[in-house]
């Protein structure tokens, strides 16, 4: 399998959406729905490839805004979810009370579970739940390639101020979730975050960021709002 990755971003929040692809038998997935769908929409037209699902790595807004005009595009192709997020989906609830923006409620959500893979056609990702950021939030793993959401910025974890957020969580996660994985993904044509465009290191120095995941977890380390403001020595694609 030869797999191709794209990304657009919106010129709002510089939000990605990625497009994954299986270049044998064009199967495709749309990972996140940014405030431009139209240009997912040209690219896929572009690659000539037939998208078998939408995945979401958690409903902020800004991840989810564009999925109602990418579904009148793509047709009712499945939704893919974490549960603790999928009513945000169904039933158009937001997820923020800071940013009660609604989105129109979609029929067709399945669910992203960690431990059991997700096929969308040819193609399988692992998923790896990784909350924290947002109760949903979801790393996805398909070969070498990893889409970390909001867990991870450049230079510093996702924000965790918000009233359901969690930032010890959020720590947790990429520590038992992400560092754990091998080295070789762990390296700068591997990771792929949300807010970010260009390709570089995921973890230039893993002894000292992991000294600073200890503190940070300690029962005397940060916690809740400042969380987010923690640098963690993280520099993604």
Do not use: W
């Not at 989105?103 to 959500?109: D, K």
């Not at 997700?118 to 390639?145: C, K, N, W």
């Amino acid at each position: 399998m030869s797999i191709r990755i794209t990304a657009t971003a919106d010129r709002r929040y510089g939000t990605n959406s990625y497009l994954v692809e299986d270049e044998d038998t064009k199967d495709a997935v749309v990972i996140d729905a940014n405030f431009e769908p139209e240009q997912m929409v040209r690219l896929i037209r572009e690659r000539g490839v037939t998208v078998r699902a939408i995945l979401l790595t958690h409903t902020d807004v800004d991840h989810v805004a564009g999925l109602a005009e990418l579904l009148q595009s793509l047709g009712p192709v499945p939704v893919a979810v974490h549960d603790a997020e999928r009513a945000v989906i169904l039933e158009g609830k937001p997820l923020r009370s800071e940013f009660a923006i609604a989105t129109p409620p979609i029929g067709n959500v399945v669910s992203l579970e960690e431990g059991k893979p997700f096929q969308a056609g040819s193609l399988e990702f692992e998923v790896l739940h990784t909350p924290g950021h947002s109760p949903g939030g979801v790393t996805l793993r398909i070969g070498d390639a990893l889409f970390t959401g909001d867990a991870l910025f450049a230079g510093s974890v996702g924000r965790s101020d918000f009233r359901n957020s969690d930032g010890r969580a959020l720590l947790h996660g990429i520590k038992t979730r992400l560092l754990t994985l091998p080295e070789e993904l762990q390296q700068e044509e591997h990771v792929c975050s949300v807010h970010l465009s260009g390709s570089k290191r995921l973890d230039q120095s893993p002894d000292r960021l992991l000294v600073y995941l200890k503190t940070a977890l300690s029962p005397n380390g940060p916690s809740g709002p400042l969380a987010h403001y923690l640098v963690a020595i993280f520099e993604l694609c």
